[in-house]
């Protein structure tokens, strides 16, 4: 198991910006890729965006490309994104992930380990 741990959520007006990060712990293999999800009340969780831990190749969601970035530090076991242009639909609970599968994947079932979350709340 993976310990994972969001931080960086918070208020902001819409075009605004927000960057978000997750921090992985522990002993265990930490996954191939990392990827941050979200969910808003009532609503299902959505994929967001993923990389890789080596290469940082990148995957994003339609409804972040452009505006979102994610980024990782190796050295640091911490994964990023990077917010800008924020809209108030982009309010959710963000999460970060981590995945064992060597193929990208942007199914909930194919991450096994996962943070709280962390709150993020665009008005506008």
């Known amino acids: 198991q993976v310990q994972l741990v969001e931080s960086g959520g918070g208020l902001v007006q819409a075009g605004g910006s927000l960057r978000l990060s997750c921090a992985a712990s522990g002993r265990t293999f930490r996954g191939y890729v990392m990827g941050w999800f979200r969910q808003a009340p009532g609503k299902e969780r959505e994929f967001v965006a993923a990389?890789?831990?080596?290469?940082?190749?990148?995957y994003y969601a339609d409804a972040v490309k452009g505006r979102f970035t994610i980024s990782r530090d190796n050295a640091k076991s911490t994964v990023y994104l990077q917010m800008s242009s924020l809209k108030p639909e982009d309010t959710a609970l963000y999460y970060c992930?981590?995945?064992?599968?060597?193929?990208?994947?942007?199914?909930?079932?194919?991450?096994?380990?996962w943070g709280q979350g962390t709150q993020v709340t665009v008005s506008s």
């Open positions: 990389i890789y831990w080596t290469g940082g190749i990148s």
């Open positions: 992930a981590t995945s064992t599968r060597t193929i990208f994947s942007t199914r909930e079932a194919d991450f096994g380990s």
